[in-house]
């Protein structure tokens, strides 16, 4: 859809007062290399004593949230339709659906032909809004095949095309669901006026600007969702819950002075990972981000009980492997996955499906002959007092260091696959429309995550080295092999059984 973008310097003032949004010495501006953001009007200091000063209040009735959404359906009858019609599967895809809606009535303000009823359309200020949003954020969902492909090997690779493909099929599922409703159909399909990628940028409007408040829960806030990341940020924000003002307030950090012309930043996160900053906002600082990669995990090849695992297990299928800063050389991981993928009936794991008098069926999950379904992320604590414990614990370190390497592996693989020898790195950049930016972006992450991975292989191999030397591992393995051995004994005698 054609998106002719408001500025946000000439043209938000205006919007802020006819929307009582008050800014306070801080004015929205163009910043290099980050689109918009707020700048301060005058120098700006909070000695440490007092309340923050405020340097900008945000009615709530403009914040977009979940239950702002649900109440929109209240007063617009064509968008609780659509809503219907969409199936409510999520409250991110019904809050993309209002920015939808909201941002093709903001640029074509006619609506279809009769119909106009008692109960909607309804343009709310984010028609308007959504026209000061950008048409472009640098985040990976956003990037072309050939920079996506810039990727591979990073802890993003697999949630990238996962998003990619949700995204397509939400897409396809909205236009099919939608084309039978005959408002829906006229503003958004006829003349194809929305397409696939209005959708992709819908949803990274969302992603990239929303935040999450105690009451009002995650949600985007107009005009504080111009205000950029710093990982020294001079700024904070906070829910005002007073009757009179309720709303969103934007607030100066006790001890912060702020020059004038210097830039207003909040944090959009202390302690995200490189790999989520770049999906989310499109950005991040390597030097910053915390060293943590998280990687999928999937059930043991051979494992007959592998299906069932992932059926009972609600958590994360991942490992987490963080490297706090300061530390080059340890490694700490988390996976209750894969303390389930390597625990088996021999060691006491087991799965029983318990019927109710209604017949439904379920799954539940036995160690040591408890039920322990609820509990299936602490099987790490439940198995600790096992006499195996060692074993098993070296079966996990063993399933991860395969992972971790494998990984390790994929993410140094260049890039650019050598199918033409003469070409060098940069001309096939060119060539591809490789954009620096996502060429920075990617090769950054690379950097950091294939450091992180060479650590954690390191970590685990000691792991791994201690654990065999364990008396109870050692004893475990010397009567696996005495048994291997007697049953090799056995097959011979058979075997010269059977020639003699
Ligand atoms: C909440 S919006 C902030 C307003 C935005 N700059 C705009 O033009 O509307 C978040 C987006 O701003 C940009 N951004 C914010 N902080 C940044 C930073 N520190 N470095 C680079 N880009 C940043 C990224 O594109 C990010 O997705």
Redesign the pocket.
């Known amino acids: 859809m054609q998106n002719p973008q408001l500025d946000v310097e000439a043209a938000l003032p205006v919007w802020n007062r006819l929307n009582n949004v008050v800014l306070i010495n801080v004015t929205p501006r163009h910043v290099p290399?980050?689109?918009?953001?707020l700048v301060a009007e005058r120098d700006l200091t909070h000695d440490n004593t007092g309340l923050s000063p405020a340097l900008a209040r945000i009615p709530r009735d403009l914040v977009l949230s979940h239950q702002s959404v649900e109440e929109f359906t209240k007063v617009d009858g064509h968008f609780r339709e659509l809503l219907d019609a969409a199936g409510r599967k999520s409250a991110r895809i019904d809050a993309c659906l209002f920015l939808l809606a909201q941002w093709v009535l903001g640029t074509h303000s006619r609506p279809p032909p009769g119909s106009e009823t008692s109960t909607g359309p309804v343009h709310t200020p984010w028609a308007e809004y959504t026209r000061f949003?950008?048409g472009h954020?640098?985040?990976p969902t956003m990037w072309s095949d050939a920079e996506r492909q810039l990727l591979r090997g990073t802890s993003l690779e697999a949630a990238l095309t996962a998003k990619i493909e949700t995204l397509t099929d939400e897409f396809d599922r909205l236009r099919t669901a939608s084309s039978d409703l005959p408002f829906w159909n006229a503003l958004f399909w006829d003349d194809n006026r929305v397409t696939r990628a209005d959708w992709f940028l819908v949803d990274t409007w969302y992603r990239?600007?929303s935040l999450e408040l105690p009451y009002l829960g995650v949600c985007m806030v107009p005009v504080l969702?111009?205000?950029?990341?710093?990982s020294a940020p001079n700024a904070y924000y906070d829910e005002d819950c007073d009757e009179q003002s309720a709303g969103v307030k934007l607030l100066l950090r006790p001890g912060v002075s702020i020059s004038a012309g210097e830039e207003v930043t909040i944090s959009y996160g202390e302690g995200k990972a490189g790999a989520e900053m770049l999906f989310s906002?499109?950005?991040f600082d390597p030097t910053r981000s915390t060293n943590y990669v998280t990687l999928p995990l999937m059930p043991l090849e051979d494992d007959p009980l592998g299906m069932a695992k992932v059926h009972v297990f609600d958590g994360p299928r991942t490992v987490q492997l963080g490297r706090t800063t300061g530390s080059h050389s340890e490694v700490t991981w988390e996976s209750p996955f894969a303390w389930l993928l390597c625990l088996n009936e021999e060691d006491g794991l087991a799965f029983r499906i318990l019927q109710d008098t209604g017949g439904n069926r379920e799954l539940r999950v036995l160690w040591q002959d408890e039920d322990v379904t609820g509990r299936i992320e602490a099987l790490e604590e439940l198995a600790s007092s096992h006499p195996l414990y060692d074993v098993f614990k070296l079966r996990v370190v063993t399933v991860l260091e395969e992972r971790v390497s494998a990984q390790l592996e994929r993410v140094q693989t260049d890039f650019f696959p050598p199918d033409d020898e003469n070409l060098t790195e940069a001309s096939r950049v060119e060539r591809e429309g490789i954009r620096a930016e996502c060429l920075e972006a990617a090769n950054a992450l690379r950097g950091q995550e294939a450091s992180v991975l060479e650590a954690a292989v390191r970590t685990l191999e000691k792991q791994k080295s201690q654990l065999l030397a364990a008396k109870t591992v050692v004893a475990y393995l010397g009567s696996m092999e005495v048994s291997q051995s007697e049953q090799a004994g056995d097959t011979a005698s058979n075997q010269s059984d059977d020639f003699s």
Do not use: C, I
């Open positions: 290399q980050r689109g918009a953001g949003l950008p954020v640098p985040v990239s600007r969702d111009l205000a950029n990341h710093s906002y499109g950005f």
